[in-house]
């Protein structure tokens, strides 16, 4: 039924113009990304189409012209194999079937308008992801050609943000929103479908992608870039083909109950949205929190919520600090919360190595106030050793490091 839809558009088309013709192709490739009608739906068309060649090129002397580019965009969207080249032959006569699969052929080898556009917009968010310059990254996607850009926009968003931590997260739901003055609701729509398509398969590299992708979409639904409904119009054999695709419903609907906005906005942590400062500020307040109540598992929990692994030195180092003004008995206090944490991939074994990089380096100062500082650095050091949190050769450089900076020059 929907292969003779899919001819029948087709057909209607051939004597249309060009802009007319590219508005066909969209509409297809829009029907098949919901999910209205199947690939094999589209294949089936392609090859009725394919079988009436010989007698539409009759009518119509460049049907050529215009079917082989929509194959082969059809092709490179995936909605069609490849492998249909290889019964153009018997399909559509040996002449016109090999006239069309070299036509094919040579247009999915060259880069084609929709790989090109593609390409810019994985390189515009890998540049708005690493340096996080907002204007920059919606005015470049803005200017994109190409078919349906907005949807692969969204789309490729929504997948590189499944994989990194929480602040890149919260920049993907920001560059999401700022896009509703460049697109326009239906390609949030299909972006995020297409998402919800590949569920399955995303899981094999992000486990909890169920829960990720609930939390996206109940924050787009905050943020007016999908409609309060939107959960609710998901294509029915999108939400039969898979499971995750049920949960996602279900915790969306959870996450929007009454109360539950606040949870959804603050969803990717504390760093998400703090500046250096502010991270300064958290983590000397949780450490200092640490050595007062000695609460080992309320210190770990706070430091996996900042979800700052790059910041991880500046808890070493404060850390360290804390524990050298309190005096030698705070040391073991110190190692045990830095051991904890290391083991809780809290934190990383480089972040540990510099953090004492910059504690020793600090000493001088901190000397002013502490005058025994240095030694209880050294004692901190042998102690580090033992539970093999530095190696010997670094508490040798460390110890020798620390004896040049506390020592004033003349």
């Known amino acids: 039924m929907h292969g003779v839809l899919v001819h029948s558009m087709i057909l209607i088309a051939l004597d249309k113009t060009v802009p007319e013709q590219g508005m066909v192709g969209e509409l297809v490739s829009s029907l098949v990304v919901r999910d209205v009608i199947a690939p094999s739906a589209i294949e089936a068309g392609m090859e009725l189409l394919l079988k009436q060649l010989s007698d539409l090129v009759i009518d119509v002397p460049k049907v050529l012209d215009y079917v082989a580019p929509f194959l082969a965009h059809l092709i490179e969207d995936g909605h069609v194999q490849q492998s249909i080249l290889d019964q153009a032959?018997?399909?559509?006569?040996?002449?016109?079937?090999?006239?069309?699969?070299?036509?094919?052929?040579?247009?999915v080898k060259m880069p084609l308008p929709s790989t090109t556009m593609k390409l810019n917009v994985r390189r515009i968010l890998d540049d708005y992801f690493a340096c996080g310059d907002l204007h920059s990254a919606v005015a470049h996607l803005a200017e994109l050609e190409g078919k349906r850009p907005g949807q692969e926009a969204v789309k490729r968003t929504l997948v590189l943000a499944l994989e990194?931590?929480?602040?890149?997260?919260?920049r993907a739901s920001v560059l999401l929103s700022a896009l509703t003055r460049v697109y326009g609701t239906e390609q949030f729509f299909e972006g995020f479908i297409g998402v919800l398509k590949s569920i399955d398969d995303l899981a094999l590299d992000t486990p909890d992608v169920v829960r990720v992708l609930a939390l996206f979409i109940a924050r787009a639904m905050l943020d007016d870039v999908l409609p309060p409904a939107f959960i609710s119009f998901l294509p029915p054999r999108v939400v039969a083909a898979s499971e995750r695709v049920r949960m996602v419903q279900t915790q969306v609907e959870q996450l929007m109950a009454k109360g539950g906005s606040t949870r959804v906005v603050n969803a990717w942590g504390a760093s998400a949205t703090?500046?250096?400062?502010?991270?300064?500020?958290?983590?000397?307040?949780?450490?200092?929190?640490?050595?007062?109540?000695?609460?080992?598992?309320?210190?770990?929990?706070?430091?996996?919520?900042?979800?700052?692994?790059?910041?991880?030195?500046?808890?070493?180092?404060?850390?360290?600090?804390?524990?050298l003004e309190l005096g030698r008995e705070a040391l073991p206090t110190a190692v045990v919360l830095l051991q904890t944490l290391l083991l809780r991939q809290a934190i990383q074994a480089s972040q540990i190595t510099k953090g004492m990089v910059r504690a020793v380096l600090g000493l001088r100062d901190l000397s002013l106030d502490v005058p025994a500082a240095e030694s209880s650095l050294l004692a901190l050091l042998n102690l580090m050793l033992q539970d093999k949190l530095i190696t010997q050769e670094f508490k040798d450089k460390a110890e020798h490091m620390s004896t040049a900076v506390a020592t004033p020059s003349s």
């Open 89 to 107: 032959g018997s399909l559509a006569g040996a002449e016109m079937g090999a006239e069309m699969k070299s036509r094919v052929g040579a247009l």
């Open 274 to 323: 703090c500046d250096v400062d502010e991270l300064k500020d958290a983590v000397k307040a949780l450490v200092h929190e640490y050595f007062v109540a000695n609460e080992l598992e309320e210190a770990v929990r706070c430091v996996h919520e900042l979800d700052a692994a790059d910041f991880g030195h500046e808890i070493v180092k404060r850390t360290v600090f804390q524990a």
């Open 164 to 170: 990194m931590k929480n602040s890149q997260k919260e």
